[in-house]
């Protein structure tokens, strides 16, 4: 079965500042991981996707992500911490082995200070 | 282009009612997804068509929910007996299917249902 843990509920930075969230998941030996960004009352966006090709991925608005297979990990990051950043974000596996769904974590709502 | 919409955004209604609520995928996306969102939860499975047929319907909790798209295109999410712990905000979502591929899930808003 797959699942997904996210280490952190809540995490706050002050802006300008690196952010980190971080995500563990289990699956088989080829999920494909997602990074989605939820903005209060507004719909689920894709951030990026890490799909077997290289393991450092780069998303949208500076994020990126790293698929450490050893460490089955795929935490989010982003040099500089903005304002707009401050939303909750999903950390999700999807495996062909068990269809298309998308397993999800629980998530992580980033706060960002000025 | 237009993406992925839902209908209503928001709907109310009393425990034991029966309730539908719509999904408008992407033009040209064969794959539609249904997931439940509770209150400090991530999104969960429901529901997944693969044109007109369900071909995963193992996320649906029980035999009161039920989901159609019988032309392929839009699809009715529909809750029979509703209970107090229906409540939740339901998404939608479609895709391409991309063989070999994977296959990126596009969201709708959502339509929040509250039972009272």
């Known amino acids: 079965a797959q699942s997904v843990t996210q280490l952190d509920s809540h995490v706050s930075v002050s802006e300008g500042t690196p952010v980190l969230l971080r995500c563990n998941y289990s699956?088989?030996?080829?999920?494909?991981l997602f990074w989605y960004v939820q903005h209060p009352n507004k719909g689920l966006q894709l951030l990026l996707k890490y799909t077997s090709a290289a393991t450092l991925v780069k998303g949208i608005n500076g994020f990126e992500a790293e698929f450490k297979k050893s460490e089955t990990s795929f935490h989010l990051t982003k040099p500089s911490a903005h304002m707009s950043d401050a939303a909750e974000y999903f950390c999700?596996?999807?495996?062909?082995?068990?269809?298309?769904?998308?397993?999800f974590g629980a998530g992580t709502i980033l706060r960002v200070k000025s | 282009g237009a993406g992925v919409s839902q209908t209503p955004s928001n709907k109310v209604t009393e425990k034991g009612k029966y309730v539908e609520l719509r999904c408008d995928p992407i033009?040209?996306?064969?794959?539609l997804y249904w997931y439940r969102q509770s209150l400090g939860q991530g999104p969960e499975f429901l529901i997944y068509?693969?044109?007109?047929?369900?071909?995963?319907d193992s996320g649906l909790p029980n035999d009161r929910f039920f989901a159609v798209r019988p032309e392929g295109s839009v699809s009715t999410l529909k809750i029979q007996r509703t209970e107090r712990g229906d409540s939740a905000v339901y998404l939608c979502?479609?895709?391409?299917?991309?063989?070999?591929?994977?296959?990126?899930?596009?969201f709708g808003p959502g339509t929040r249902l509250t039972v009272l």
């Open positions: 999700v596996v999807s495996d062909r082995e068990y269809g298309n769904k998308l397993v």
């Open positions: 699956s088989s030996y080829s999920p494909s």
């Open positions: 068509f693969q044109g007109t047929g369900a071909a995963d």
């Open positions: 979502a479609s895709s391409l299917i991309v063989a070999g591929g994977v296959n990126e899930q596009f």
């Open positions: 033009s040209g996306h064969t794959a």
